[in-house]
């Protein structure tokens, strides 16, 4: 059964630190690329990052560059997204989810044929 199952969110201060994982099953994760989205209050879900299978392409939307780091460990079957001076407008629900074909850019949901459940990521004092 395919599944990708987040963990890794909570309350952080600004500033702060957080790693989320992305746990596959069901699937061999080195045969995929793997997206990170979030959908902050009130907006639409975008993507935050993106990592090719081959691990040769790592993509960050312009407001965590510098911020997020994303990769996988393939033997673990996960992805991570290392998230670092948190800020509270990165409040939102984390996903991750397996991008099955490369019709459009990273970004588009509709290349994405399987979701995680989500973990939520509040930044607040």
């Known amino acids: 059964q395919l599944q990708l199952v987040e963990s890794g969110g909570g309350l952080v201060q600004p500033g702060g630190s957080l790693r989320l994982s992305c746990a596959a099953s069901?699937?061999?994760?080195?045969?995929?690329?793997i997206g990170w989205f979030r959908q902050l209050p009130g907006k639409e879900r975008e993507g935050v990052s993106y990592?090719?299978?081959?691990?040769?392409?790592?993509v960050y939307d312009g407001s965590v560059k510098g911020r997020f780091i994303i990769s996988r460990d393939n033997a673990k079957n996960t992805v991570y997204l290392q998230m670092n001076s948190l800020k509270p407008e990165d409040t939102g629900v984390y996903y991750c989810?397996?991008?099955?074909?490369?019709?459009?850019?990273?970004?588009?949901?509709?290349?994405?044929?399987?979701w995680g459940q989500g973990t939520q990521v509040t930044v607040s004092s």
């Open positions: 990592i090719g299978s081959n691990d040769r392409i790592t």
């Open positions: 989810a397996r991008r099955y074909r490369n019709l459009r850019s990273w970004t588009s949901r509709y290349d994405y044929d399987a």
């Open positions: 069901g699937f061999t994760l080195v045969d995929y690329s």
